[in-house]
C-alpha cells in the first residue's frame, strides 16, 4: 500500500488510542515525507464505554451514535483509515522499519510502527470485529437480558457493577446476582470507600453477591443453574454472563518473537513507549506491561509521551519523553443516574451518584466521543 510519500507511518487499531494518536499525528506529520495509516478492523470506532448500555437496553438506541466512522479525525485530510486486521510483524531486532502483515495477506511497510489494538473482552462487552456481525450481537444480548429471570454475572469489576445497574434500570425486579472472585468488589486499587459504597447502592437496588467464588463454565444456551468452583449451586440462573476483565490483544505481536510479551500478553515496552527491542515500534493504551490499571483515562499521559516520540525518531533524534504512571482515576455507573468515582491523587478521594451521573452515567460520554472523532 503506497500514498503519495515514500514512507508510512502506521497504527494499528483505532479504538480510543489509536485514533488519538492518529488525530495529533496527522498535524505533525509532513504528508510530503510520510503516509499516516490507520489500520482497524472495522470502518468506525466504538464507544465501549457505552456497550453495556448498548447490550442490555435497546431504547438507548446507542447503535445510532455509539459507532462513528473513522473518517474526519485527520487534519487537512493527512491520513488514511484502512479496514484490516494485522496477523503479524516483519521487523529485525534493532533494525528500523519493517512490514505489518494483513488478515488477507496485505503486506504494508513501515518506517514507524505504533500499536494501540487495546483489549479483548467476552461475554456481551466482545463487540464482533466483522461489521455485519455487530447489530445481530447487540440484539441477540438485548433479548437474552429481557428473557431471563435470574441474571449471574461473573466478575464484580467495572464491567459486572455496570451491567447489573444496566439490567436493574430496565428491569428492576429482576434477579441479579454478582459472581467475584475478591472479597470485595472491583480491587483493592480503589480503596475501601469506593468498594463498599458500590456494594451499598447496588445492594439497595436488590442486587446480590458471592465473594470469594468463581464460576469457570458458562452453561449452555436453555441450560438453567450453574455450579460454583467450592460447589455451590444457583439453581435458578438462567442467564450466565461473562464480566470479566479483559485481555491484551496481543497474539499477532508475538510474531516479533515470544519475549515481546509478558506472561500475561502485555507488551513490554521502555519509559519511551518503545518495544525493547524495536527503536521504531511504540505501543500505547492497554496493551502496554506497565504497572496500572488498564483504563481510557491513562490515554490522557500516554498519547503525549508517544506523539512528542514518534516525531523524535523520525527526526531522527532520540526520543526522550518519558511515561512516568499516571494516577488511578474511575467513574463506575450504577444504571443511568448513579455510580461513584475515585481519584487516586490528594490521598485518595470518593465522589458518588451526582458526580457520576454528570460525567458518566447519563450518557457514558458518548457525546465528547462523537466530537472527538469529528461528528
Known sequence: MAGKAEQNVVIVGGGYAGFQVAKLLSKKLDPRRYNLILINSRSYAVALPAAVRLVVDAESKLEETAFVKLDRIYANGNGETKVGVVTSIEAQPGVPGGAVVLANGERISYAVLILATGSTSSGPCAIPENEDDVLPFVNAWRQKFAKANHVVLIGGGAVGIELAGEVKDLYPTKKVTIVHGGNQLINATYGNSLRKGLEKRLHARGVEFMFNEYIDDIPEPGVVGVTTRSGKLISD???????????????????????????????????????LNHPSIFAVGDIIDWTEQKQIAKLMWHVPVIVANV????????????????????????????????FGFLGGFTLGDWFAWLVKSRHFMVPHFRKDLGY
Open 237 to 275: 440462573a438462567d442467564l450466565v454472563v461473562s464480566a470479566r476483565g479483559g485481555r491484551p490483544n496481543t497474539e499477532y505481536v508475538t510474531s516479533l518473537g515470544e519475549d515481546t510479551v509478558n506472561g500475561h500478553g502485555f507488551v513490554k515496552i521502555k519509559p519511551t513507549m518503545q518495544l
Open 311 to 342: 516525531v523524535s525518531f523520525l527526526n531522527g533524534v532520540a526520543p526522550t519523553k518519558k511515561y512516568a504512571g499516571a494516577p488511578e482515576i474511575i467513574v463506575i455507573t450504577n444504571g443511568k443516574k448513579g455510580g461513584m468515582g475515585y
